[in-house]
Nanobody
Framework: QVRLVESGGALVQPGGSLRLSCAAS????????IAWFRQAPGKEREGVSC????????YYTKSVKGRFITSRDNTENTVYLQMNNLEPDDPAVYYC?????????????????????????????WGQGTQVTVSS
């Protein structure tokens, strides 16, 4: 049974940092494209980042580029999202998910090339999410 579990969410001050973890059981994360999404109250779920299988590429939504870094630890079977310089627009429940078809974040590449918004369509095995709060 495939299971993703997110952790690491917390209350942090503006400008602070957090590292989120996405731990997997039932599948080897190194063989999948893994994406991070976030959803704030009253808003649609938004794609944040994607790391391709074999760590062959990473993608970020414009609002987090330069501040967030996604990485993978194959030994721990875990994908991370390092979030730096957190801003007032970052608070949300953060989720990780697998891209259900394709290994190389093709949905992200297509979205960035076409300007189309990255939605949850095409992603699965969602975890329960972890809450990130930014407040002074």
């Amino acid at each position: 049974q495939v299971r993703l579990v997110e952790s690491g969410g917390a209350l942090v001050q503006p400008g602070g940092s957090l590292r989120l973890s996405c731990a997997a059981s039932g599948l080897p994360l190194r063989s999948y494209a893994i994406a991070w999404f976030r959803q704030a109250p009253g808003k649609e779920r938004e794609g944040v980042s994607c790391i391709a299988a074999g760590d062959s590429g990473t993608y970020y939504t414009k609002s987090v580029k330069g501040r967030f870094i996604t990485s993978r630890d194959n030994t721990e079977n875990t994908v991370y999202l390092q979030m730096n310089n957190l801003e007032p627009d970052d608070p949300a429940v953060y989720y990780c998910a697998t891209q259900t078809s394709g290994l190389y974040c093709e949905i992200w590449a297509h979205g960035q090339a076409s300007g189309e918004k990255i939605t949850s369509t095409g992603f699965g095995s969602w975890g329960q999410g972890t809450q990130v709060t930014v407040s002074s």
